[in-house]
C-alpha cells in the first residue's frame, strides 16, 4: 500500500467529516445530503425553505445519521458567512461543500420561435446569479474554512448544457459553462496556495425531472414532450436521471477515494454526453 493511502475498506468512507450542501432540500440536493449521510458525514442542510430542511434533517437523524437545517441565501454572503460559524461551533471542522443551489430559472428560458437575441438583461443577470454567484458565494464563505485547514472537498453542479448546445436555455447554458470554468480554476488556485488536500470538482448530471424543468420534458398527464422525447432518443440508458443516480459519485468526489481527483468535471448523464445521435 502506498504511504498515506487509505485502507479499501475506507475509501469512500465519510464518519468524521462534516458536509454542507446548499440548496439541501431540493429534489437534487436531499438526495445527495442523504447520501453522505448515509456515508458517515454530519449533514448541514441549507435552504431557502427552511422548513423542509427541518423536515429533511429530522429524516436524516431517524435514519441513524447527524443533520442541521439552516436558512440560507446563496447569494447573501453574511447570511452564509453566519452558517459557516454555525457549522464550525456545533461540529468544530468543515470537510465538504455541495453546491446544489441553482437551477434553470423560467424567464430566461426562451419561448418557442422565441430569440435569443430579445432576452432581457434582467432574464440573464437572474439566471447568472443564482447558478453562478450561487456557487461561488457559498465556496468564498465556506472554502475560508476548508483553506485555512488545508483540505477538504468542494463539489459543484454543473449540467450537460454547459458542454452540449440545448436549445432554449440559453442563460442556464451560459452560468454552468462558467461553474465548469470555476472548477477548473479553483482547482488549481487553491491546490496550490492551500494544499493538495483541498480539491474542487464538479459533476454534470444529465436530464432529471425536477421543478424547473419539469414543464419542458413531461405533459400534465404524464407523457413527453417533444423536447422529453428527444431526450430520451439521445440517451443510450433509455431513461431520465433518477436523484439517487448522483450520490455515489458526489460520495466519490468527497471521500479519500478520490484524494488525486482535482479539477474534473464528472457526467452522470446515462450515456447522452457519449451518443452523437446516429
Known amino acids: 500500500m502506498t504511504p498515506g493511502q487509505p485502507e479499501s475498506g475506507k475509501l469512500f468512507d465519510l464518519h468524521g467529516s462534516v458536509a454542507v450542501v446548499t440548496g439541501g432540500a431540493g429534489v437534487l440536493g436531499s438526495a445527495i445530503a442523504r447520501g453522505l449521510a448515509a456515508a458517515g458525514a ?9 422548513e423542509h430542511a427541518r423536515q429533511l434533517s ?12 439552516l436558512f440560507a441565501d446563496v447569494l447573501d454572503p453574511v447570511v ?5 460559524d454555525d457549522v464550525v461551533e456545533r461540529w468544530g471542522r468543515l470537510d465538504i461543500l455541495v453546491n446544489a443551489a441553482g437551477g434553470n430559472v423560467p424567464q430566461a428560458t426562451l ?15 437572474s439566471a447568472v446569479d443564482i447558478n453562478f454567484l450561487g456557487t461561488l458565494l457559498p465556496i468564498q464563505a465556506f472554502g475560508s474554512t476548508m483553506a485555512a485547514a488545508g483540505q477538504g472537498s468542494i463539489v459543484n453542479i454543473s449540467s450537460m448544457s454547459a458542454q452540449r448546445i440545448l436549445t432554449r436555455v440559453p442563460a442556464y447554458s451560459a452560468a454552468k459553462a462558467a461553474i465548469e470554468n470555476l472548477t477548473r480554476w479553483l482547482a488549481v ?4 496556495k492551500h494544499g493538495a488536500g483541498l480539491r474542487v470538482n464538479a459533476i454534470a448530471p444529465g436530464f432529471f425531472i425536477g421543478e424547473q424543468n419539469r414543464r419542458l420534458l413531461v405533459n400534465e398527464d404524464g407523457s413527453l414532450t417533444a423536447r422529453g422525447a428527444k431526450v430520451i432518443e439521445h440517451t443510450p440508458a433509455g431513461r431520465f436521471g433518477e436523484p439517487g443516480d448522483l450520490i455515489g459519485v458526489v460520495v466519490w468526489l468527497c471521500s479519500p477515494g478520490s484524494r488525486f481527483v482535482n479539477g474534473a468535471v464528472i457526467p452522470i448523464d446515462g450515456g447522452f454526453s457519449a451518443f452523437s445521435g446516429v
Not at 429530522?58 to 437545517?69: C, D, L, R
Not at 452564509?80 to 459557516?84: E, K, N, P, V
Not at 420561435?113 to 432581457?120: I, K
Open 58 to 69: 429530522v429524516q436524516i437523524e431517524q435514519s441513524g445519521g447527524e443533520a442541521m437545517p
Open 42 to 50: 454530519r449533514v448541514a442542510v441549507l435552504d431557502l425553505r427552511l
Open 111 to 125: 419561448a418557442n420561435g422565441g430569440s435569443v437575441l430579445d432576452l432581457p438583461v434582467e432574464a440573464w443577470r
Open 189 to 192: 488556485e487553491l491546490a496550490r
Open 80 to 84: 452564509l458567512r453566519g452558517c459557516r
